[in-house]
């Protein structure tokens, strides 16, 4: 038995992580088909299954979905200072895996306001842990007359409580 060599790994999509100026050339020929874009943003560090859910959901809403991912240094100022655990290039490599994912895009500030005003996704969307916190975001998009959506959390799943359950596991050994 002869064996297979193993073609060198590469990133799973990188066709799909885009720069913004690539992302709004991309988005042009879909619009004008008539195509509606929808958008979510985060840190997705450590994916689990909360997010592949809530991301399915997001991409139900349009004909397309386009993933803001907070950069390792909009990460550390808005969330903590240790974090991200996974670096932006693995948590954008794994989002873009997703076949729920149309396109990922890397941004440094806190918030993904300029992103908004950019790209201008017909329909915004957001975990309904946002109901009662102000989205910026929301009212650019509720200003050029698009949509916003909360859409429900999986109970039970989350990072911090991934982490929780890890430290409490495995933490004393």
Known sequence: MTATPTPDLQPSSPAKVL??????SRLEEPRA??????FTNGA????????????QRARALADGLVVGLN??????????????????????ELLAALACVDYVVIFDEPTAETLV??????????????ATVPLPEGRIVRDYGGRVELIPLEAG?????????IVERFGRQ
């Open 19 to 24: 720069t913004l100026a690539e992302l709004l």
């Open 71 to 92: 950069s390792d240094a909009s990460v550390r100022a808005y969330k903590s200072p240790e974090g991200p655990l996974l670096g932006q290039a693995e948590r954008a």
């Open 117 to 130: 005003t950019a790209i201008r996704p017909e329909v915004y969307v957001k975990g309904a842990d946002y």
């Open 157 to 165: 799943r989350s990072t911090s409580g991934l982490i929780r359950e």
């Open 33 to 38: 088909r008539g195509e509606r874009v929808a």
């Open 44 to 55: 997705f560090d450590l994916l689990h299954v909360g997010h592949v859910r809530s991301l």
